[in-house]
């Protein structure tokens, strides 16, 4: 069985901080892909920042490139997003997902495992 469970959503300052948090189990995060994607209300879902379980690529989206970074802790299977000088254009559902597949790009239709999201609101 595959979980991944997101938190630390919320009401969130313009140019405030925060950290999203995934705990997974079913698997180790360390031999597996990860992403973070966000849905703004009446949008697609977009995806922010992934990173390779292998090699340690990462990707992030224009939008946020500098303001938020992804990282893992594999003695916790935990992957995190930390989130600086947020915007109000960075409010929307924030969803954790997982990948077994080699990982060349920040696609959602590379993720198979998904978590319930968690909501980010960031105030103007």
């Known amino acids: 069985q595959v979980q991944l469970v997101e938190s630390g959503g919320g009401l969130v300052e313009f140019g405030g901080s925060r950290r999203l948090s995934c705990t997974i189990s079913?698997?180790?995060?360390?031999?597996?892909?990860m992403g973070w994607f966000r849905q703004a209300s009446g949008s697609d879902r977009e995806g922010v920042s992934c990173?390779?379980?292998?090699?340690?690529?990462?990707y992030a989206a224009d939008s946020v490139k500098g303001r938020f970074t992804i990282s893992r802790d594999n003695a916790k299977n935990t992957i995190y997003l930390q989130m600086n000088n947020l915007r109000p254009e960075d409010t929307g559902l924030y969803f954790c997902?997982?990948?077994?597949?080699?990982?060349?790009?920040?696609?959602?239709?590379?993720?198979?495992?998904w978590g319930q999201g968690t909501e980010v609101t960031v105030s103007s």
């Open positions: 997902a997982a990948t077994s597949l080699t990982l060349d790009t920040c696609s959602q239709y590379k993720f198979r495992h």
């Open positions: 079913g698997f180790s995060v360390d031999y597996y892909a």
């Open positions: 990173i390779s379980g292998g090699d340690g690529f990462t």
